[in-house]
Structures are given as structure tokens and as C-alpha cells.
């Protein structure tokens, strides 16, 4: 099993360019999550799908949207990347919340 | 409403003990510890649920106290691998989907 995973593990973009966030499970789990961490910040929740087919707001959603493919994958897309969206992003799931959370590793983004 | 975590750092000898601490200053409902080394994801420690229980793993053990909001991790006999970032979470009573973590406690374990 590979457990939660991300692509890319890094990524520059300009100011203004847009991309897609990849995370993928393979627990069947019901809930995912998609979290920022900036230093000094901890890491805060951007968006969340409780299951398959909703998706709610965070702490930090301006910015971004995401979509909840299918039970497998939640995709976070940055329609016009700003410098303040530069940080580390993870996807996390769990069987159901608020139940332990599986990290993936990371994305390591740079918006120039 | 992000928990508050202390100390921010602490740097120990190996065997030593330390304590860290989480408070909300709202009703939780359970209570969350992960740690994270550098460059790494955050890995799963454990959780608490309200009713004041508290949890053990191996040698890192917990406590929640409903009444206050607060919970406290405690690592005894502290081992190299100890090091890292611990973060607490915390899930408020009525938002059961909603993790909001803490800023942090940084641990050195130091021979």
C-alpha cells in the first residue's frame, strides 16, 4: 500500500500561472484533506471532504479550490498563484473524521 | 480558534522527561497529537476524546482535562528519536469534520 500520495514534490510557478495539486489514497478512506504549513504557522486547513461527493471549507480556502474526484483522489487548484500561496502543502486522509490522519509528503511549492 | 501550545521549544538531555502543554480557550471535543520531522509528513501520536481519559504509547503518554480545555502530552525517558515538531489538534464540540492544529513545540534530544 502506498498509503497518501502527492504530485509534484516540487513546484515554481509565476505570479498568475495556475496548476492542479494531486492527492491520492489507497486506505478506502472516506475523508481527505488538504492543509498549508508556513513556518511559525503550523499547519492550517485549507479544505476538507468529509466523504465522497462534499467538500467544506477550512481556515485558509481564499485562493484555492479543490475537488473531490472520486473516494480516491482530492485535487487542489490554485487558479492564480500568488507569492503569499509560496509553502509546504499536504494532503491527509482519514477513515472518517476525526479519526486519525494519514499524511502524504508533501508539496513544496515557490510562486516567484 | 488555533489551540495554544507551550513551550514553543524545549531541548532536552537523552532520558530526561518533558511536558507539553495544548489549551483551547472553546469546548473541545477531542484532542489530537501528531509529530513531524524536519522535511518530513506529520506522523500520528494520538488522540484524545473528552471524558478526561488519558492514552499511552510507548513511552509518550497523554492527558485531556475537559473542564479546563487543556491537554498536556508527557515524554518520559526521552530517546534521540524523540526529536522533532509536536503539534497538537483540536476538534471543537459540534464541528467533528474540522482539525485546527497548534503552532508547535519544538523537542531537541541532545546525548
Known amino acids: 500500500n502506498a498509503g497518501v500520495t502527492q504530485t509534484p514534490k516540487f513546484q515554481v510557478l509565476k505570479t498568475g500561472q495556475s496548476m492542479t495539486l494531486q492527492c491520492a489514497q489507497d486506505?478506502?478512506?472516506?475523508?481527505m484533506y488538504w492543509y498549508r504549513q508556513d513556518p511559525g504557522m503550523g499547519l492550517r486547513l485549507i479544505y476538507y471532504s468529509a466523504s465522497e461527493g462534499t467538500t467544506d471549507k477550512g481556515e485558509v480556502p481564499n485562493g484555492y479550490n479543490v475537488s473531490r474526484l472520486n473516494k480516491r483522489e482530492f485535487s487542489l487548484r490554485l487558479e492564480s498563484a500568488a507569492p503569499s500561496q509560496t509553502s509546504v502543502y499536504f494532503c491527509?486522509?482519514?477513515?472518517?473524521?476525526?479519526?486519525?490522519?494519514?499524511f502524504g509528503p508533501g508539496t513544496r511549492l515557490t510562486v516567484l | 480558534q488555533q489551540p495554544v501550545q507551550s513551550p514553543q521549544a524545549v531541548i532536552l538531555r537523552e532520558g530526561e522527561d518533558a511536558v507539553i502543554n495544548c489549551s483551547s480557550s472553546k469546548a473541545l471535543y477531542s484532542v489530537h497529537w501528531y509529530r513531524q520531522k524536519h522535511g518530513e509528513a506529520p506522523i500520528f501520536l494520538m488522540i484524545l476524546l473528552k471524558g478526561g481519559e488519558q492514552k499511552g504509547h510507548d513511552k509518550i503518554s497523554a492527558s485531556f482535562n475537559e473542564k479546563k480545555q487543556q491537554s498536556s502530552l508527557y515524554l518520559t525517558a526521552s530517546q534521540l528519536s524523540y526529536s522533532g515538531t509536536y503539534f497538537c489538534g483540536t476538534v471543537l464540540t459540534g464541528t467533528a469534520s474540522k482539525l485546527t492544529f497548534g503552532t508547535g513545540t519544538r523537542l531537541q534530544v541532545t546525548l
Open positions: 486506505m478506502n478512506h472516506n475523508s
Open positions: 491527509a486522509s482519514s477513515d472518517r473524521a476525526p479519526h486519525e490522519q494519514f
